[in-house]
T-cell receptor, first 111, second 112 residues
Framework: EPEVTQTPSHQVTQMGQEVILRCVPISNHLYFYWYRQILGQKVEFLVSFYNNEISEKSEIFDDQFSVERPDGSNFTLKIRSTKLEDSAMYFC?????????FGPGTRLTVL | QKEVEQDPGPLSVPEGAIVSLNCTYSNSAFQYFMWYRQYSRKGPELLMYTYSSGNKEDGRFTAQVDKSSKYISLFIRDSQPSDSATYLCAMDSGGGADGLTFGKGTHLIIQP
């Protein structure tokens, strides 16, 4: 069965550094998403992406975040200047057959 | 007021018991309701998907939606130790293509 993949599985970075989290959505899906889950808290929607532009974003998705689909398969989330509170699991998802399919996540640790 | 409320548990039941998991919500625009299962440090895995009110059954799992009460449930029959996980309810108003709003998740433990 097709699945969403994410790399890396774990990323450690220093505060103030830029990070790029990568996702490969399911190939025939058209909507893509990023969510985050801070340890012990709920999964929170960040942004959705359709037709090469942002479709919807939450108040969490401020100017330090950006998304891009640089080619036909990858979907990336960039955090420009990481903060300690950005430490979380980041999940990519893609939408097809009326449901969202989630990747395994990238654990981001900001030191 | 939080949009989606879910008791975080933990909920501990003996193997073979019927499990009832619930969420309440406040946004009457929600029409699509989902239950995801999440193992520790893994991505959410879709279990059940329901549109509007009513019941849906899939094997040992039954999802119920009562839009008049803004209340959704997931029942697990003949629970197994492998069902031990965190169960997340999620919902949205736009057909599933919008960003989902999640509950905090209920940590379920099935005791052998």
């Amino acid at each position: 069965e097709p699945e969403v993949t994410q790399t890396p599985s774990h990323q450690v970075t220093q505060m103030g550094q830029e990070v790029i989290l990568r996702c490969v959505p399911i190939s025939n899906h058209l909507y893509f998403y990023w969510y985050r889950q801070i340890l012990g808290q709920k999964v929170e929607f960040l942004v959705s992406f359709y037709n090469n532009e942002i479709s919807e974003k939450s108040e969490i998705f401020d100017d330090q975040f950006s998304v891009e689909r640089p080619d036909g398969s990858n979907f990336t989330l960039k955090i420009r200047s990481t903060k300690l509170e950005d430490s979380a699991m980041y999940f990519c998802a893609s939408w097809g057959t009326n449901r969202q399919f989630f990747g395994p996540g990238t654990r981001l640790t900001v030191l | 007021q939080k949009e989606v409320e879910q008791d975080p548990g933990p909920l501990s039941v003996p193997e073979g018991a019927i499990v009832s998991l619930n969420c309440t919500y406040s946004n009457s625009a929600f029409q699509y309701f989902m239950w995801y299962r999440q193992y520790s440090r893994k991505g959410p895995e879709l279990l059940m998907y329901t549109y509007s009110s009513g019941n849906k059954e899939d094997g040992r799992f039954t999802a119920q939606v009562d839009k008049s009460s803004k209340y959704i449930s997931l029942f697990i029959r003949d629970s197994q130790p492998s069902d031990s996980a965190t169960y997340l309810c999620a919902m949205d108003s736009g057909g599933g293509a919008d960003g989902l709003t999640f509950g905090k998740g209920t940590h379920l433990i099935i005791q052998p």
